[in-house]
């Protein structure tokens, strides 16, 4: 079982806290690594490899400036998140079927070429939100909660969970 | 029932987008209104009702400068979304009791004062991702999946899912 995340079109300036929400997001909820095109952003790229430094895991970011020969020359089912998509409750079975999935998240507008290349396109409701909210709920379905629960090796920061206040454990 | 967001800390330059993610993630999650703290932003808050206009509902963006006073006099329950609590699964089906809530997402650091505020606190994974994901999975769990299906009263446009492409109905 493998996903991958494709941000499109990231912008440096408009998007840099977007696009490293969704990186976060992919990696808390299970995916393995995030592709992203648009500009080229390493300040984005530390720190989400900060992150997994800290709290654990294999997850990694690259960015890949071909966002159409990577899909073509992909073997992995291609989703496209949208709320001009199916709405989720209606197609998430037969996607869990899937168990190598591209998962693709634009930035402002999508590029109709998208349209060609994919395999499905899902709404997480039928109404304009985020990227983020919409990642985080497809993956919290597509795996049924169970990504709650994942353990990230060689963690250096694990949260000892509170009903008030904070408590970290450090290693 | 009735579910209010709490958005602390907005600062125009840095929060804009993601503060506009989370009122809009709420709104289609199921949420009757969002009050934010911070800056006042007029910007964010006509982004807001203009979606509002145009895709229906009654959703409400409000500022409040003393988000404390709020808290001190609302007879809501609160529930502070950090990834410092107890993780969803272990908590929600105590919390979907609750039908008058406050939820409360930060910005970059909440501050220390509202621990002996709330009733609850909440973490969607104990790891580090977003506002907007934690806020859209919570409320998802809340709802059970139905908030997928709302419908939103005096909607402008709508969507038509569809497998490929965009179809959006105007009247």
């Given amino acids: 079982m493998s996903i991958t995340l494709l941000r499109l079109g990231h912008r440096i300036f408009r998007d840099q806290r977007i696009t490293t929400h969704c990186a976060l997001t ?6 393995e690594k995030m592709i992203y095109s648009g500009e080229k952003d ?6 989400v490899k900060d992150v997994v430094k800290r709290w654990g895991g294999n997850f990694e970011i690259y960015y890949e400036k071909n966002w159409k020969n990577f899909l073509k020359n992909s073997s992995q089912k291609k989703i496209l998140l949208t709320m001009y998509g199916v709405n989720l ?3 998430i079975d037969k996607i869990r079927n899937e168990s190598d999935i591209v ?3 634009g930035s402002e507008k999508v590029p109709s070429e998208i349209y ?3 395999d499905y ?3 997480v409701t039928l ?6 909210a919409a990642l985080a709920v497809f993956l919290d379905w597509y795996f049924k909660g169970k990504e709650m629960d994942i353990k990230f090796s060689n963690a250096k920061m694990e949260i000892i969970p509170m009903e008030k206040g904070k408590n970290i454990k450090l290693s």
């Fill in 127 to 132: 109404q304009p939100h985020s990227e983020v």
């Fill in 89 to 91: 409750p209606n197609v």
């Fill in 103 to 105: 998962l693709i998240v």
């Fill in 116 to 118: 060609g290349m994919i």
């Fill in 121 to 123: 396109q899902v709404a």
């Fill in 26 to 31: 992919a990696r808390a909820f299970g995916c």
């Fill in 42 to 47: 390493r300040e984005t790229e530390k720190s």
